[in-house]
């Protein structure tokens, strides 16, 4: 993969990332199908919200990205939900998993559809980066008090499904698929703005 190609990707990624919030309640065997590292794809739309409270159900997805529409820019009304839209056929890589008792969180990294194969034989202090912040969310956030905009039965029907598989835990993309390289791993840094493949720098990030 030709150097401005990588550039482009992760600059694609993670220039202006922000946080989102997808509560719901997914029985244990659909849990269990989320793995660190793994890349899923979600066929439909995603709804999630900017506002962070405490848990609502038993399962919280944290979800990374820089590509979310705000929908209040169309609705005034979801301005009070701080409601955002992912596009449909969206990939993800799962970066994080974390369980306090009977609460669950999977942190997710939205990825462009053209970056799969990097992200899945990669690995980036960028990534480390944000999950020291997701995990630092989950302990703040899994006892706080919940948000009673977001308890509504219209929000919550919107976001009850799984991300990445269907209602049984059939999951729409078999990452075992994609091509195995050997791992890579990708240093960016921030201050001299130099993105680094294996301690070896490579070219200027932003």
């Not at 990588?6 to 990332?17: A, C, D, R, V």
């Not at 989320?34 to 794809?41: D, N």
């Not at 405490?54 to 209040?72: C, E, P, T, V």
């Amino acid at each position: 993969m030709k150097n401005e190609r990588l550039k482009t990707m992760y600059h694609e990624t993670f220039s202006g990332l922000k946080l989102f919030y997808r509560d719901t309640n997914l029985p244990e065997n659909l849990i269990l199908n989320y793995k660190v590292g793994q890349i899923i794809q979600e066929k439909g739309f995603t709804d999630m919200t900017s506002i962070g409270g405490g848990l609502s159900g038993n399962f919280r997805y944290l979800i990374a990205s820089a590509h979310a529409k705000d929908l209040s820019k169309f609705n005034p009304d979801s301005a009070k939900i701080g409601h955002f839209l992912l596009d449909s056929i969206a990939y993800f890589k799962v970066l994080d998993i974390q369980k306090v008792d009977d609460k669950t969180q999977v942190f997710l990294l939205n990825i462009p559809d053209n970056s799969i194969s990097l992200f899945k034989n990669s690995s980036s202090n960028l990534e480390e980066e944000i999950i020291e912040k997701a995990q630092k969310r989950f302990r703040e956030k899994i006892d706080a008090v919940l948000i009673p905009e977001l308890q509504t039965e219209i929000w919550k029907e919107r976001t009850k499904l799984p991300i990445g598989m269907d209602e049984n835990g059939q999951l729409f993309f078999d990452d075992s698929k994609v091509k195995t390289e050997s791992p890579k791993r990708i240093d960016v840094d921030i201050t001299k703005k130099i993105i680094e493949i294996n301690k070896k720098p490579w070219w200027k990030f932003w």
